[in-house]
């Protein structure tokens, strides 16, 4: 190669190397021949390391594409496992947003059951203002992780109901939702009564903020733990806009969410009675 194109570079043993292992793994892949194209090599690069299965390949490929990743985003994601918390969650039964099976459910677009919040600078003792402050000081990150379609409106934003003022700890709005979206912070595990008083909130939302042409408001109660027992019986009662998810300040172990996903995936192909991936994690949970 440098004997015959000595002008072109890079192409050094690792890189040809490299070059083999991406034409080994995609040759025969209808699906990710036309997405490689559309991303770097870099990011390419990064999706060959870190994704050990064809599902999880595309899945990168995909949200990499539709995000417009670079390379530190696309390689914060991989490292977060955000594939594995994704097919984990199941934030798309939200009655806002109606999934379509296809590559435009991945930019983003389910509420997550947990989100990593490794990336905020938190003293010891901190309170929920020190975590709320903490968000805004790195709103790039935290968008990153909640999803690129929504656009930040403000923090401890201010609704009047009556004579009393109440303040949404963050307020945003989604794009691919179409709608408003509120997150309450708490410290500790979750408890139901956290849900009153959101969807106090949410109703306010659309009655004084909300535009027509809007979908109704959601909410996310955004805790550090949550017992799913609580959870369960807290929305099975309520019509509600809202989810529960939990934060983690530190990256989740990898091959801890594997293992659950590889549960859930079997649940899945030895119950004929449960249709949908979504009502096998449920059952998962109650194991």
């Given at each position: ?52 299965s064809q599902e999880e390949r595309h899945f990168y ?128 595990e979750f408890k139901a009564e956290y849900l009153g ?91």
């Open positions: 190669m440098k004997n015959n194109y000595q002008n072109i570079k890079g192409f050094t043993k690792r890189n040809i190397e490299r070059m083999i292992q991406f034409y080994k793994i995609y040759k025969n892949d209808k699906i990710a021949t036309p997405l490689v194209t559309q991303i770097s090599w870099t990011n390419n690069l990064l999706i060959i390391s870190g994704a050990k490929l995909k949200l990499a594409i539709k995000n417009n990743y670079s390379k530190r985003e696309l390689d914060r994601q991989i490292s977060s496992s955000y594939y594995e918390r994704y097919l984990l969650s199941d934030g798309n039964q939200l009655p806002t947003y109606k999934k379509t099976i296809d590559e435009d459910d991945y930019p983003n677009t389910r509420i997550l059951d947990i989100y990593s919040l490794e990336f905020l600078d938190l003293p010891n003792n901190f309170s929920e203002n020190d975590l709320r402050k903490s968000i805004i000081n790195n709103i790039k990150n935290f968008i990153l992780e909640v999803g690129k379609d929504f656009t930040f409106i403000g923090d401890e934003y201010r609704i009047q109901i009556g004579k009393h003022d109440f303040y949404i700890d963050l307020l945003f709005y989604n794009r691919e939702l179409s709608c408003l979206v509120a997150f309450e912070l708490k410290l500790g008083k959101m969807n106090l909130y949410l109703k306010a939302l659309d009655r004084d903020i909300k535009k027509e042409n809007e979908n109704p408001s959601v909410g996310i109660i955004l805790c550090s733990s949550k017992d799913k027992d609580i959870v369960e019986y807290s929305l099975d009662s309520s019509m509600t806009q809202t989810m529960i998810a939990e934060y983690k300040l530190k990256l989740i172990d990898k091959k801890l969410l594997e293992n659950k996903l590889k549960e859930v995936k079997k649940i899945i192909d030895n119950n004929d009675n449960l249709p949908t991936p979504e009502k096998s994690i449920k059952e998962l949970e109650k194991i």
